[in-house]
């Protein structure tokens, strides 16, 4: 009777996550991300200062993500994520963008959105409640800086329309009681030019039977630099923020 008492209780404290390892997964995430840049553009051009800088500030962006993983060895999980990220604002440009020298009251817009793929595997760690997941990203920028002078005809357009592959490293730390703690990093870096993604959070998966739905809330950053070989203008600019968020998954 002890053991038949003593084996429901280990049962009933494991964690969902284990269950969820052996079974195929589906689930998708969707967040809302308040980021503000920082830094430049083109070689001096301050991204948020309203003094010879563009004076950018950020709308929301969203963050919407599917996933699929499965219990198949060696083949890897796969994650699709896409950003949306736009940010506009007015300045006093006094000096060269792209190839148009203003000299006055500009309005500018930068878009950063972009898409990731990511293949992953899960590390096989025999410690509970923690997971720990690396692979590839690859991320394709579809986005584009535009300046325009307020007071003459007098306008700049330069895409920043790429894709570079990245290493990938996620790590959860969870608890008996749902909460959880996230962290995610997505990084390059080659010839003068570099890419950092960071998520930092905290998480509680709520108790509800079938499915699984978590809440989350936490901090992201993305730092880029590149030449004008990789994009039409150099930039070295940082845009970070807090975000939130929900997402839903079920095994079959």
Known sequence: MKKTALAAFLVAMTPVASHADLLFTVGAKASVWSPEPTGQLDDGVSVDGEVNGLG????SGTQLT?????????????????????????????QQFGD???????????????????????????????????????????????????????????ELDFALPMGFLEAQVG??????????????????????????GLGYDLPIPVVDVALDLGHRSI?????????????????????????????F
């Open 100 to 158: 148009q020298t203003f000299g006055g009251p500009v309005d500018s817009e930068l878009d950063m959105s972009h898409t990731d793929f990511t293949a992953y595997w899960g590390a096989p760690l025999p410690v509970p409640y923690l997971d720990i997941n690396f692979g590839l990203t690859v991320r394709a920028f579809d986005g584009y800086a535009v300046v325009e002078s307020t007071v003459v005809d007098q306008r700049e357009e330069v």
């Open 175 to 200: 608890t008996p009681f749902g909460l959880y703690a996230q962290a995610e990093i997505n990084y390059i870096a080659y010839d003068g030019n570099s890419l950092s993604d960071t998520m930092i």
């Open 66 to 94: 599917v996933f699929f993983e499965h219990p198949v060895p060696v083949v890897p999980n796969i994650r699709l994520r896409q950003t949306s990220l736009k940010m506009d604002g007015s300045g006093v440009l006094t």
């Open 223 to 251: 730092s880029m630099k590149t030449n004008d070989d990789t994009t039409d203008i150099a930039t070295d600019f940082e845009v970070s923020g807090m975000y939130y968020g929900a997402s839903l998954a079920f095994g």
């Open 56 to 59: 950018l500030e950020s709308d």
